[in-house]
């Protein structure tokens, strides 16, 4: 093959590609700001631990201390305070927003705090040396809102192994975590929860036997395997919104609304060629949005 | 104290809006890299995601403009290549993702073509299908792909041997022929 031969391949390969709205850098900063924070805690923490050998070793040297104590308790540091921007800070668990009836609000919330605890015990690096991707970074599972809790395969088990978990921060992040035979993971990074109001892109992408992530910034994939599940979620920026309706796949649903968001999940049976259409009405039932409206990104695209 | 503190505030909001800015020129190219690489366009986002968010952490102590995008670069590819290592990328549970996207009004021959190089490149070993993507769409010489790589010349070298290899091997199981490619490059040509 020739050098340009090559070139033509790899262009091909990317020919349709729709890089959508692009990156979120309000969350990327965000992210990187926590980052930062949690560097400069582990990097203080280190040097008093440093301090702490220091003394120690020298007191150990002199003979000063008495170790038949043994270790003292653990002290843990507190991340540092947050501050909602813009999103309305999630109450003390109330119980999912969605909840499948197979399982109850204690399984979703102890699946929240087994996210946590496994995303807090992570690595701070990658393999490579890299920082970790921070995922679930608030510890306060009263911080966290679940909007969604329900299997993620056909038929999960007697426990909940099979499910799958999302939930949003008093930020706005949104983190989605499933688990899996060796301990609980998060399968995707989601970035902030959608604002409604903002244009909505062409289209989502799809998974078979598992939840359709709302990637706002995808076209529809390819021949995915039918029926597949999707699932769609915002937040509601006008608190007059009392109904929120998300049309997919040819039906038209309630979203479940609470605390400031809405949430919808489906089963598509054939291909889509548009995203999901939202649309709020106000308790008179006046149309308060309706993102076939909010730009050209969101009409159908055929 | 509080000179110093404000003096860092301003920094920081100036690192910010810079960083901003250069998150909005590089992103589409580290974007279509990393979908190359990985053929996943929500995993190449992470991976870009994952590499910014190295850099941002970096930013204040980075010197050398003109080397941003590379430090870029090779922080997505880091996260790239280090994902691909990871249990949970690996694992599957009955989930099988598509690995590319359809636009309604293509003609179902551009649909064909893309869908089999598409095939064909995620047939290519990871490694090598970065090099080859570093070497031929990047247009990197070499060295630079070394360099990002963290690898020899020698390895880039034969990497791009025995990618080059397994791309063309893996075009043919997916029904190319020496025909095929012409109407490929047409079909760009039409499509643009």
Known sequence: MSDDEVRDVLVLALEGDDPGLGPDIGALLSKGRRLRRRNRIRKGIAAAAAVACLVGGSAWFTGAFDTSAGPGPATSVSPAPRTASGVPVPEASSGPLVLDPAFTAGDARGVLVNCIDHHAKAAPTTASGDPAYPRFTERDPDKYRILYFGPFIPNPGPTTWGTALLAVDSEGNADYCRNSPDGWYSARDIRRVPDQSAARPAAMSVARNDLCYPDLAKRPQPSPEFPFRWLDFGRLPDPKAVRVTVEYGGKTQDAALSHGFWFAAGELVRPETYTPIIRSYDADGRLLYDSTQAGPRSRPLS | ?192
């Not at chain 2, 970096?58 to 590379?70: G, I, Q, S």
């Not at chain 2, 190089?117 to 299908?129: E, F, I, M, N, S």
């Open chain 2, 1 to 192: 104290m509080s000179e110093k503190r404000a003096a860092r505030r301003s920094r920081g909001g100036t690192d910010d809006a810079e960083f901003s800015e250069f998150v909005r020129i590089v992103w589409p190219r580290l974007r279509r890299t990393a979908l190359l690489i990985c053929g996943n366009p929500q995993q190449a986002e992470d991976a870009v995601q994952a590499g910014l968010l190295k850099l941002y952490v970096a930013w204040p102590r980075l010197k050398h403009v003109e080397m941003l995008e590379a430090y870029a670069k090779k922080a997505v590819l880091n996260a790239l290549l280090d994902e691909a290592r990871r249990p949970w990328r690996r694992e599957r549970s009955g989930t099988d993702l598509p690995d590319t996207q359809v636009v309604p009004y293509d003609a179902p021959e551009q649909v064909e073509n893309r869908i089999a190089v598409t095939r064909a490149l995620a047939a290519v070993p990871k490694r090598q299908r970065a090099v080859l993507v570093l070497r031929f769409y990047d247009d990197l010489d070499v060295a630079e792909t070394a360099r990002l790589l963290a690898c020899s010349t020698g390895t880039v070298k034969s990497q791009t041997a025995r990618g080059l290899g397994a791309l063309r091997a893996a075009l043919i199981a997916q029904g190319w022929n020496e025909e095929r490619l012409p109407s490929m490059a047409a079909a760009l040509g039409g499509a643009a």
